[in-house]
């Protein structure tokens, strides 16, 4: 960020756009949660530690011995045919089978986002949210200023019963789209159950709507039965987001879209005007990583790890944070959802937090129109487990102290 300006000179030349544009809470406290004294459970940052050095080594000089030109030149808009073929193998792992010609690969899953978001939506258009959603969506939404519809979460995912009531009571054009977190939500951490999933697509049909997945967590399970991605039953209605940046790393920025094909000719053209293409050497590296099958290594490493890290958060939310106190309990993905007492507010406790040398998201982040004010999403892959447990006991102390002050002064309710 930079300093803050007193008097902008050039005010009359911005877009309109920008002013609907906004800076991410997670990025912004990056500067802080990236010291080494603070415990952050801010990030959604992977473990990225247990990449094997000589699987990338290796995999990057099979690229450079075999692909030296293509690796340092401009490539084609749609991506690389080799690395979609892999793609599609991916995609096959969770039962979406799919086609190399439908994948349009993007310099990480945020750009697909930004696309699909100037492609679909003119200012004003509804477009149906869950509530909380992810910040990444909300800032590639944004700038284009649709009306959103909110949709809130429970166990099972999106409310489809109130989805529906919204439908049937709402006036005026229908929403561009419904887009959806399916898979261990970020920030929820919840995963929407199969008979949600059946009744999403049956409304979608009805009301005749296009639904976005994004789907960067589903390959992260670490308990209990997979669930088939929304695009694997309905490929004409569903546009499906990916990203290699959680089973990969997020620093070589490949992520890729699966759309029906007009769809996706409008994306390529506008992916065209943006960057012209993804980074060739990040691709062909991307190719040669999930070809030599040094994902599914990576899978098995980074699956315990996680589950082990999750379990110690959880133990540690148990033992210290107040009874009040309420959290989902994930069975894959990143992400725990913690609630606190409804006088509660997580951003004003966030400096607090801050100042105990632990760091989290606060809840209102992943809301439009100031709901989530009691919240706090809580990253679980990142700090080994004695930091976890550590951070949670300060986080709980911080807490504790809030809801004694509230209660002191009358407020605790």
């Given at each position: 960020m930079s300093p803050e300006i007193i008097f902008d000179p050039y005010t009359n030349l911005y877009s309109e756009a920008t002013s609907l544009t906004r800076s991410s809470e997670v990025r912004d406290l990056m500067s802080v949660t990236g010291r080494a004294d603070i415990i952050s459970f801010?990030?959604?940052?992977?473990?990225?530690?247990?990449?094997?050095?000589?699987?990338?080594?290796?995999?990057?000089?099979?690229?450079?011995?075999?692909?030296?030109?293509?690796?340092?030149?401009?490539?084609?808009?749609?991506?690389?045919?080799?690395?979609?073929?892999?793609?599609v193998e991916v995609m096959a792992r969770e039962g979406l089978h799919a086609e190399p010609e439908h994948v349009l690969i993007t310099t990480g899953s945020q750009q697909a986002l930004d696309l699909l978001a100037r492609t679909l939506i003119d200012p004003g258009d509804p477009i149906v949210i869950e509530g909380p959603t992810y910040i990444g969506a909300l800032t590639a939404f944004r700038p284009a200023d649709p009306g959103f519809i909110t949709v809130p979460l429970d166990e099972d995912g999106m409310q489809i019963d109130v989805l529906a009531a919204k439908l049937a009571g709402l006036e005026g054009p229908p929403p561009k789209f419904i887009y959806v977190v399916p898979n261990f939500h970020n920030p929820g951490g919840v995963t929407m159950s199969g008979e949600r999933r059946r009744d999403l697509l049956a409304l979608a049909e009805k009301y005749?709507?296009?639904?976005?997945?994004?789907?960067?967590?589903?390959?992260?399970?670490?308990?209990?039965?997979?669930?088939?991605?929304?695009?694997?039953?309905?490929?004409?209605?569903?546009?499906?987001?990916?990203?290699?940046?959680?089973?990969?790393?997020?620093?070589?920025?490949?992520?890729?879209?699966?759309?029906?094909?007009?769809?996706?000719?409008?994306?390529?053209?506008?992916?065209?005007?943006?960057?012209?293409?993804?980074?060739?050497?990040?691709?062909?590296?991307?190719?040669?990583?999930?070809?030599?099958?040094?994902?599914?290594?990576?899978?098995?490493?980074?699956?315990?790890?996680?589950?082990?890290?999750?379990?110690?958060?959880?133990?540690?939310?148990?033992?210290?944070?107040?009874?009040?106190?309420?959290?989902?309990?994930p069975q894959g993905g990143l992400f725990i959802w913690v609630e606190l007492p409804r006088y509660l507010d997580s951003a004003k406790m966030l400096p607090l937090s801050i100042l105990q040398k632990v760091a989290y998201v606060p809840g209102a982040a992943f809301y439009v129109g100031g709901a989530g004010s009691n919240f706090m999403r809580l990253n679980f892959s990142f700090a080994e487990e004695d930091r976890i447990a550590e951070g949670i006991k300060r986080l709980s102390k911080v807490v504790k102290k809030e809801m004694v002050l509230y209660r002191s002064l009358g407020l605790d309710h």
């Open positions: 801010a990030g959604g940052l992977p473990y990225i530690e247990g990449l094997p050095h000589e699987d990338i080594t290796a995999a990057m000089e099979t690229v450079i011995r075999e692909s030296y030109t293509e690796a340092f030149q401009y490539g084609e808009t749609e991506g690389k045919g080799t690395l979609k073929e892999m793609l005749d709507l296009l639904i976005i997945e994004d789907n960067p967590y589903g390959l992260l399970r670490f308990e209990g039965e997979p669930c088939e991605p929304l695009a694997s039953h309905d490929r004409r209605r569903v546009v499906y987001v990916s990203t290699l940046s959680k089973i990969i790393s997020p620093g070589i920025r490949t992520g890729w879209v699966l759309a029906p094909a007009p769809i996706f000719d409008r994306l390529v053209n506008l992916k065209q005007s943006a960057d012209l293409c993804s980074p060739s050497l990040s691709q062909l590296f991307a190719e040669q990583f999930l070809r030599q099958g040094l994902w599914n290594k990576n899978l098995d490493n980074i699956r315990p790890i996680y589950r082990s890290r999750r379990d110690a958060m959880l133990q540690s939310l148990e033992e210290y944070f107040p009874e009040e106190a309420r959290w989902t309990r």
